[in-house]
């Protein structure tokens, strides 16, 4: 069977224009034994040009990596509780191939993702990643520098295109972007994007975790999910994007990314997210013990040279909570 | 070190849902059977994890077993001589997860597997998947070379696959990989 009529036939049922004879034509295709290879292959490269774009509801999707991931553990009458798997994800970003010994995914991004096609040009990227408790330096093509923080991925063409200079973004990260007003400058953290054109700014996005939050200390910055603009933000302003709730406020830009320097600031955040936070910067474990307490709203600012110990005693004395170590790991209840 | 492998695995799922999604939505039209063929998708990855570093070129390996999984539905449909969806994409809500997705059986058979393992080989499995612990963390515990447990670990591995296979829930991704 020849492999173009299929792509053809393939390419009018995705655009969801083929007619009936040939809707009745691929069926018939299908049906014949020796044709699997050809569809296999054709479907194959179909897939790798279509424009990557996550789910519109995510959640049924995040539920599937537990579920995935539970298949071989025994003696399980239910799922792990969601949380837990979701929480997982907090540290996702710490990329494998630093933290993969054992049977190990041990995978490179730079493997598995060597090359898209775009038309007729394949485009080559780069992935850097940092594992916890490490900060990078990156600059792009285009010289926009990049400060990504523990835990974060990104992943960047080897050189952007005329149309728009597109990275993606697992984690947090501080960006100082060329101006150039043609080209815009676009973040993609799962399904939502980052647009500018320059300007300084931090996105923090960690998969897992409740908020996303995009704070600006220069320029302006359209924040969007699909082709909806949920915030325009300039100097001085952050958004918080909790499931599809955004609330914009003011900040102090001296803030933003202070965590380059060391500083670790929280300002209204929930006490889990900030332990979580905690986690990345320092490689201890911690387990908050009560749920009641993660949701607690805390303001806090220390350096991160104060060490772990300490920033917990202090974020335990504002909660109420009760900080003990058992082997190794940090408990707070 | 299990956790570990989940969060690469995690990590791994978001970088390719978004390049498998938009194909698979727009072939079956449906957003149940689109999770359905990701997550079998994502299920033989899983179950091959000590296999991806010795595969060449994994991402193209990926899109391989996505469109083996998108031809077997489409094949379903056409011996059953129902034709492919048309119309726009279902929007129907999938907040909850259907019972098909449970994986009831996959997970009744695996147990089975590692029931059938000797002693200390199922002790080390399960002391990995179950309680997460690392390979070192389990060596110190029983006394073993972390190389030891590692072994033990992917002999499982394989042994839970061929069980699968046995039983012609994972045929497929065994043809693939030879």
């Known amino acids: 069977m020849e492999h173009q009529r299929l792509t053809y036939l393939l390419e009018r049922h995705l655009a969801d224009n083929a007619t009936q004879q040939e809707q009745q034509e691929l069926s018939v295709l299908l049906k014949a034994n020796a044709n699997g290879e050809v569809f296999k292959t054709v479907i194959a490269e179909m897939m790798q040009k279509e424009t990557p774009a996550f789910p519109v509801n995510l959640e049924p999707w995040q539920k599937m990596i537990g579920n995935v991931v539970n298949t071989d553990k025994v003696g399980y009458e239910k799922d792990r509780p969601i949380g837990k798997v979701i929480r997982l994800y907090r540290w996702s970003a710490n990329v494998a191939v630093l933290l993969l010994v054992g049977l190990g995914i041990y995978f490179l991004m730079n493997r598995l993702l060597p090359a898209t096609k775009k038309g007729n040009d394949v485009i080559h990227y780069q992935v850097v990643s940092t594992a916890r408790s490490n900060q990078k330096k990156v600059v792009l093509p285009d010289g926009s520098q990049v400060w990504l923080n523990a835990a974060s991925t990104i992943r960047y063409p080897d050189s952007f295109g005329s149309q728009e200079r597109s990275v993606e973004l697992y984690g947090e990260a501080w960006f100082d972007v060329q101006h150039d007003e043609k080209v815009p400058f676009i973040i993609h953290t799962g399904n939502i994007t980052t647009r500018v054109i320059g300007t300084a700014f931090d996105i923090k996005a960690y998969p897992g975790q409740q908020n996303r939050i995009i704070s600006v200390q220069r320029g302006k910055v359209n924040v969007m999910a699909g082709d909806k603009i949920l915030a325009t933000l300039e100097k001085g302003r952050q958004v918080r994007i909790i499931g599809t709730v955004c609330e914009v406020r003011d900040i102090d830009t001296v803030s933003v990314a202070a965590w380059k320097l060391g500083n670790l600031y929280y300002k209204d955040e929930s006490f889990g997210d900030i332990i979580a936070d905690l986690q990345r910067v320092f490689k201890d474990s911690i387990q908050i013990k009560n749920n009641s307490l993660k949701a607690i709203v805390t303001t806090a600012a220390f350096n991160k040279d104060i060490g772990l110990h300490k920033a917990l005693e202090i974020l335990c004395n504002i909660t109420d909570g009760r900080l003990s170590k058992k082997d190794g790991i940090y408990i707070i209840e | ?178």
């Open chain 2, 1 to 178: 070190m299990a956790t570990g492998d989940e969060q690469a695995f995690a990590t791994l799922f978001n970088l390719f849902l978004p390049r498998l999604y938009p194909f698979i939505i727009k072939f079956t039209r449906s957003e149940t059977t689109a999770q359905e063929i990701i997550q079998e998708t994502f299920i033989r990855v899983w179950l091959n994890r000590d296999k991806l570093s010795e595969i060449e070129n994994p991402g193209g390996w990926l899109y391989k077993v996505a469109s083996n999984e998108c031809y077997s539905y489409a094949r379903k449909r056409a011996l059953n001589n129902k034709l492919f969806n048309t119309g726009t994409p279902e929007t129907e809500q999938v907040a909850v997860m259907q019972p098909a997705l449970e994986l009831k059986e996959l997970k009744a058979l695996i147990h089975e597997a590692v029931h059938k393992l000797p002693a200390q080989r199922k002790k080390i499995y399960l002391m990995s998947r179950n309680q997460g612990k690392s390979i070192p963390e389990i060596a110190a515990a029983l006394g073993l070379s972390p190389n030891t447990v590692k072994n033990a670990l992917v002999i499982s591995l394989k042994f839970i696959r061929n069980y699968l296979a046995k039983h012609e829930v994972i045929l497929l991704i065994l043809m693939l990989m030879n």
